[in-house]
């Protein structure tokens, strides 16, 4: 009995104390696993503030670095405690042992992306504050861009995301938001580099760009009125600016400039290539522009690699940082640029002719003045990085290029104003040739309801007249053959549908004058007319397949901006997705 209980007591001493050890390893196990946790979390954390943060600001500051730096040290950390050996045993149970790879690539992966941006940011540091004078260094600045952002991007390709299937759903989950993350981080350093490229070969010419100056007091299609016009040339990283002409001095015969497929389908009996403020009846930019380098072509003999369209708005993001400059005696400043472009400089005109086009002429004189002064000092990168993304962003600078590969970047930039499937907006083109389109706002609700297996989408657009009392009738109107009374708002009111959308209906405005295929989506325009003082409101029914699904806002490019909501939350007037 004695050897007996002494075998039975050392077995159970034997059992307990692997019981232990397998328990302690299991709690150091856990302790890892949760330490790993933690540390991944304070890296995504770093991680999402830099991804939500990062902009023209972060390139030329390094709070942005230091982040990405501790969020990498967080990251390997995680890796190093799920690293342990004490999990080898774990990693090759088939099920369970893949969860834990997965997990293990992840952290491994977020850590090597937080070098490369870390890493990516440091270098564009460099590359901005390198003397970037007019001229050739302008060029071999955005030629050393381009290159940091395509050896980013080659870095990012190589990153090892780990297992991708039989995961269990949450993990799932995660790894396909980092997956996701993680293209949108390649797509936009490939962006990067093919612009920086795209402009770099621009500025080292020699090239020439006819440039379309609008305003946004005469609305067209996502865009003003091209009211001045004139010609940008480029040669070793400089840009040489000439005149700008009112553009009703250069008209076309009717068929002097043929136009085909969708645009003379749906615009054609406005003949878009007669004039160029006849142009811009689409928000197809790609495909307005080389309308008006054929249309100018004709006119002038001289051939054009692309067209640049700015804005009223885009002049005030320019002279933020610019600072003010001086227009055939008048100085204007960011902060007071809109008034004198968009009223001022109309107050107490007629309709007379050569009085309207010696005020059109400031638009195009104040364009080259502030253009000038880009091309001739020194401008802080970070404001100027600011001024153009935000131009971008409302279409209120848009470029294209006859040159494919530069085209593309300006597509993958957003700076081509040009469509997509899925693209919905809504614009409000004036025919009165006054200039009331900052007196009338426009504001368009949408919302999304079940309809069967599809959504019906609901969208109802209220244009308010705010036209007051006193103004020019340069300004207000009325003018010889419009058949409306002072202030009157007399025009078309479009909407740009995505090319999924179906049962598509438009009421409260005149009866359609255009309804079809417009590029990627379908269009829909209405003749409208709004007395000063009344609102009009139009409403606009289709479907969209599935129980879910997005659609990209198209900016207005409008002052003020068109005011959209979505299923009850505010949308910014620019490029911006909504999702049910």
Do not use: C
Not at 414 to 422: F, I, K, N, P, V
Not at 437 to 466: H, I
Request: hydrophobic content about 40%; glycine content about 10%.
């Amino acid at each position: 009995m004695g050897k007996r209980d002494s075998r039975r007591r050392r077995r159970w001493l034997i059992g307990g104390t692997a019981v232990v050890v397998v328990l302690v390893w299991m709690a150091i196990l856990a302790a890892k696993a949760v330490s790993a946790y933690h540390h991944d979390q304070q890296g995504l954390t770093a991680l999402q503030q830099v991804r939500s943060e990062l902009g023209p600001d972060d390139l030329t500051s390094t709070a942005s670095v230091d982040r990405l730096v501790g969020a990498r040290a967080q990251f390997d950390a995680a890796s190093a405690d799920l690293s342990s050996p004490l999990f080898g045993p774990i990693t090759i149970v088939p099920v369970v042992g893949r969860q834990l790879r997965s997990v293990r690539a992840l952290s491994s992966a977020a850590g090597a992306v937080s070098g490369v941006g870390s890493s990516f940011i440091t270098q564009v540091h460099g590359v901005l504050h390198q003397p970037h004078g007019a001229g050739p260094d302008r060029v071999t600045s955005l030629q050393d861009l381009s290159a940091v952002s395509r050896s980013a991007g080659r870095q990012l390709a190589r990153v090892d995301t780990g297992p991708s299937q039989a995961l269990v759903a949450p993990l799932a989950s995660k790894h396909d938001e980092f997956i996701g993350q993680l293209d949108e981080a390649r797509s936009r350093l490939a962006n990067s580099a093919n612009v920086s490229a795209a402009v770099a070969t621009i500025l080292q010419g020699p090239q020439t760009y006819l440039v379309l100056a609008s305003n946004n007091a005469e609305m067209r299609a996502g865009s003003g009125a091209f009211l001045d016009v004139g010609t940008a040339t480029t040669s070793d990283g400089s840009v040489h600016m000439g005149s700008f002409e009112p553009s009703g001095e250069h008209t076309l015969p009717v068929g002097a400039v043929p136009v085909t497929g969708d645009l003379q389908r749906n615009w054609g009996w406005l003949n878009p290539s007669l004039d160029l403020r006849n142009l811009g009846l689409t928000p197809q930019f790609d495909v307005t522009a080389p309308l008006a380098a054929r249309m100018w072509t004709t006119l002038t003999g001289q051939p054009v690699n692309g067209v640049i369209a700015l804005d009223v708005a885009g002049l005030q993001q320019l002279l933020e940082a610019t600072g003010p400059v001086v227009a055939d005696g008048q100085t204007v400043s960011a902060d007071n640029v809109e008034q004198f472009l968009l009223h001022d400089q109309y107050a107490g005109l007629t309709d007379n002719a050569a009085d309207a086009n010696d005020r059109q002429d400031e638009l195009g004189a104040l364009s080259r003045a502030v253009l000038d002064q880009l091309q001739g000092q020194t401008i802080d990168i970070t404001t100027l990085a600011k001024a153009m993304s935000g131009a971008v962003a409302g279409r209120h600078l848009m470029i294209w290029s006859s040159n494919p590969a530069d085209q593309a970047a300006w597509v993958a930039s957003g700076a081509s104003g040009s469509l997509t499937e899925r693209s919905v907006g809504v614009s409000l083109i004036n025919l009165g040739g006054n200039k009331l389109d900052q007196f009338v706002p426009v504001q368009v609700t949408a919302s999304t309801t079940r309809s069967g297996p599809d959504t019906g989408v609901q969208m109802t657009v209220r244009v308010v007249n705010n036209t007051p009392a006193g103004e020019s009738q340069f300004i207000a109107g009325p003018f010889p053959g419009v058949p409306v009374s002072y202030g009157g708002y007399r025009g078309l009111v479009g909407v740009n549908l995505p090319a999924a959308a179906s049962r598509i209906t438009m009421t409260g405005a005149g009866p359609l004058a255009v309804k079809g295929a417009e590029g990627p989506t379908w269009v829909l325009a209405a003749p409208i007319t709004v007395a000063a003082g009344t609102t009009s409101t139009v409403h606009i029914s289709y479907t969209m397949p599935g129980s879910h699904g997005s659609m990209a806002v198209l900016p207005s490019a409008r002052i003020p901006p068109e005011m959209w909501t979505f299923n009850g939350s505010a949308v910014p007037d620019s490029a911006t997705t909504i999702r049910w």
